[in-house]
């Protein structure tokens, strides 16, 4: 079995001597240095997340903090801080009703773990039905140590009863103001703590790269991670690029996008995906015919959800989840998720007990699209638990018995039909709920108990009443389980008081001086269709002129060759300038002259420079990138009865800063359509590397 992924679900030989040989040596580990260790991450099954989730109901942590998880520690003490000092001028009734959640946080976060040992069961009359990941039952060895400001944490677990693997091994550092982690580990994205539609861990952990970027009231989380399977076209490994963006657009009201692409590693557009900072937005630039054109396969998919605290203590929240978004929906209007809730943080005024009310609904055929494509890991779904054609209703009451004892009373209804991923799509009348549908009904039971930071006890029952379970018809059946679970820390010295704030890229908001850009591209031209011509290559010079006018920044943009010519008039709005880069968002009008093609058309564009930082320490090198697309043309794909022309450009490349003076060198390209007289498109494509000497500055 291999214990970072592989299949199994029983604590083995090699994970017993383990833990013997940690109870061994664990006393004399070094403890971490303390400029390294708040960039370990707080496992997603932490007991915090279910306080800070409390406090963002009261309005005392920002809500959008705590929507992308997991999180560091060092961002957990930053919230802890943050929420002890907006209670310093609350209400006495606001101080009573969270004084022991605060004062379990500062005790809980006042020290980082250097190692954890957790020996846990499970047992019972366990089906093989669709059912979320177990809250209990993990056997586990954790060990932690940071030097020079990286972190490198490994969590050798058993997998879970239906072999969804646990173990994690990461190391985690910053660049500047950006968080990194690489490894392998857990992804969770939205409101929900028992579901997500997009990214959850009901898949279990992947191989994962993770960059994370702060401001006040916004938060970007980006994460590439492999699938570990092969497809798609061109063929080759398949990668989950996923982007989101949480905004808290008043201390209320928080808006979070996200959007995932799956896709195969190194086709044209791999550099796009990889680097574009901007959710939903730049998945409907970077649509799918551009990708056909392309002959790069992809499966996109969105979401938008959202968090409302109309009262002190009630939070509404919502997901909305679209698969083959967004230019598709007309036609893939079926392949949806939908999840709402309402969360009580003390509806009986005893503040001890919070309510929550949920449901969640995922339609047939979502999360499967072929060639490889799926929206999945390991045969499971990479969003819901529930996978395609089910939906849930889930009711919890978690009430605290003393200062560090929980007990946490729920019930669930799930139903779940025929659908699976991997099917072919469903026909219209089998779009929800479809054939024979299994009914569970699940009443549940947990204690929780902590003594002090290092020492943790859960306890678990459940008991399921399950209608035609496997979609059989009139096979029922009872369920139950029982699991506990034991967890010892070994702590290192108190960590550093946190900075006073919300962490992350300080703003710069001094508009960009205007620069011109000389640029010599070399590239290959191919074409196909009734219109299409031979391979050709050709040397075009290129010219970029920048001047800000007020906030925005004039493009002008011109490459021209013998016979053709690439020109571009944009306005670049930054939405967001901080001190190593800028992610702008751009509309124009552009065009090409090339022999007797001479059209042009509205656009709209995203674009991007950042620069490498190691520390507080900025370097020269930078990195920027940009692809622009014919105005809504993402959305409405008029491809049947369309405009006779369409045309996209992108570039990415890498940069050395001296003085005035940028030297660039990258990968630059274009894609026309063409349709002349035929019902059928002619696709010309540009493509190849770049150098050039701008002066001024980026």
């Known amino acids: 079995m291999d214990p970072l992924g592989g299949e199994g679900g029983t604590l083995t030989a090699g994970l017993v001597a383990l833990i013997a040989t940690a109870l061994v040596c664990l006393p004399s ?56 000092r907006r209670l310093a001028d609350a209400p006495p009734a606001l101080v009573r009703l969270v004084g022991t959640d605060l004062e379990q946080l500062r005790r809980e976060f006042a020290a980082d773990p250097t190692a954890e040992v957790r020996l846990g069961g499970i047992g019972g009359l366990l089906g093989s039905g669709f059912v979320p990941p177990p809250l209990v039952g993990t056997s586990a060895v954790t060990i932690t140590t940071a030097r020079g400001g990286v972190v490198v944490s490994g969590r050798l677990a058993a997998d879970s009863p239906a072999g969804v693997p646990r173990s994690e091994i990461y190391g985690s550092f910053r660049l500047g103001t950006v968080e990194v982690q690489i490894g392998r580990a857990s992804l969770f994205w939205g409101p929900s703590l028992r579901s997500g539609l997009l990214l959850s861990d009901a898949a279990g952990t992947l191989p ?85 054109a392309l002959g790069q396969s992809r499966n996109m998919s969105v979401a938008v959800d959202v968090d409302w605290i109309p009262l002190p203590g009630v939070r509404l929240y919502g997901v909305g989840y679209i698969d083959d978004a967004a230019e598709r ?32 609904a995922v339609t047939n055929g979502t999360y499967g699209y072929g060639s490889g494509l799926e929206h999945a890991y390991g045969g499971r779904s990479l969003g819901h638990w529930l996978g395609p054609d089910g939906d849930d209703v889930y009711l919890e009451l978690t009430h605290r018995l003393n200062p560090a004892t929980d007990l946490l009373v729920s019930y669930s209804s799930s139903r779940h039909g025929e659908g699976r991923i991997g099917q072919p799509s469903p026909p219209p009348e089998d779009w929800f709920l479809s054939g024979v549908v299994e009914h569970r009904q699940t009443l549940g039971l947990q204690l929780q108990k902590r ?5 943790e006890a859960k306890y678990r029952v459940e008991l399921s009443r399950v209608a035609n379970r496997g979609n059989r018809p009139g096979e029922d059946a009872w369920e139950g389980l029982l699991g506990v679970e034991f967890a010892y820390r070994w702590l290192s010295a108190p960590a550093a008081p946190p900075v006073a704030g919300q962490p992350g890229p300080r703003r710069s ?190």
């Open 29 to 84: 580990l070094p403890a971490p240095a303390a400029d390294g260790a708040g960039l370990s991450y707080v496992p997603l099954d932490h007991w915090s997340y279910r306080v800070f989730e409390r406090l963002a109901s009261l309005g005392l942590v920002p809500l959008e903090a705590i929507a992308a998880r997991p999180i560091t520690r060092e961002d957990a003490r930053r919230l802890v801080e943050a929420a002890a």
């Open 208 to 292: 994962v790269l993770r960059l994370t970027a702060q401001w006040p009231r916004v938060r970007l989380t980006k994460t590439v991670a492999a699938l570990e399977r092969f497809g798609g076209s061109p063929a080759g490994d398949v990668v989950l690029f996923a982007t989101r963006l949480d905004y808290g657009v008043s201390p209320v009201f928080r808006l979070g996008f996200s959007e995932a692409v799956i896709t195969p590693w190194g086709g044209p557009l791999t550099f796009y995906h990889l680097l574009q900072p901007i959710p939903v937005l730049s998945g409907i630039i970077a649509s799918y015919d551009l990708h056909d």
């Open 329 to 360: 929906i007309a036609e893939r209007r079926a392949r949806i998720g939908l999840l709402g809730g309402v969360y009580l943080a003390d509806p009986f005024r005893t503040g001890r007990t919070s309510f929550r009310l949920e449901y969640s």
């Open 451 to 455: 003594s002090g930071p290092s020492v």
């Open 509 to 698: 908001l001094a508009a960009p001086p205007t620069s011109v850009d000389l640029r010599s591209w070399s590239a290959a031209t191919t074409s196909r269709g009734p219109l299409a011509g031979p391979p050709s290559r050709r040397g075009y010079a290129g010219l970029t002129f920048r001047h800000p006018i007020g906030g925005p920044v004039l493009t002008l943009d011109y490459d021209g060759a013998e016979g053709e010519a690439f020109w571009s008039v944009d306005a670049h709005y930054p939405l967001a300038r901080f001190r190593d880069g800028t992610v702008w968002v751009s509309a124009g009008w552009g065009g090409l002259n090339s022999g007797a093609v001479a059209a042009s058309g509205p656009r709209l564009g995203a674009a991007f420079d950042y620069r490498l930082a190691f520390g507080d320490r900025t370097t020269p090198l930078y990195v920027t990138g940009a692809l622009s697309s014919p105005l809504l043309r993402g959305i409405w794909a008029p491809r049947e009865s369309g405009a006779p022309f369409y045309l996209w450009t992108y570039h990415a490349g890498v940069g050395w800063r001296a003085g005035r003076f940028n030297v660039e060198a990258g990968y630059r390209g274009a894609v026309a359509e063409r349709r002349v007289g035929t019902p059928d498109l002619t696709v010309l494509r540009w493509d190849g590397y770049y150098v050039s000497l701008l002066y001024g500055s980026r």
